[in-house]
């Protein structure tokens, strides 16, 4: 989080004024944000729903958030120009890393939690995270492209 917030209060003061005085921009960034919010929404529930055991609810709600955002913002583009564009279409190989990468990621997050490793928590929930989002953009433009 603390990675997330430098990065993303570097530019969002900015944006958020000029977004504040320019209507058609901010009608745009409405529709553009209206699906984080449902994704947000979405994962909230999840957590509520599992947050007897915290741990597991804080690793479910990330993985669903970060895959569906990957999906969403990511894949989507993605397939329309791998559809178009035949060199960008990258095989099942880096899937399987990337899997392999998520999974190590989630082995090195529990042995954070039980050795109670501040470092070894924030580096693999960053792993996480991204290997998620990662991995389901590219499985999901790679389904979208093949049926386009």
Known sequence: MMVFNAWYYSFSPGVAQYISTHWAERAVMK?????????LYL???????????????????????????GAFYLGLPLSLVRSKIRRLRT???????????????????????????PILLMGSSAVIVLSTLSLSALTTSRRIAAKL
């Open 31 to 39: 529709v553009v944000l209206y699906p984080l919010v449902g994704i």
């Open 43 to 69: 994962t909230a529930n999840v957590y509520k729903e599992t947050s007897a055991y915290p741990e597991i609810a804080v690793l479910l709600s990330g993985l669903l958030a970060s895959s569906l955002i």
């Open 91 to 117: 095989s099942v190989h880096i899937e399987k890393y990337l899997a392999f990468t998520l999974i190590g990621a989630i082995a090195l997050l529990m042995a954070g939690e039980v050795m109670f490793s």
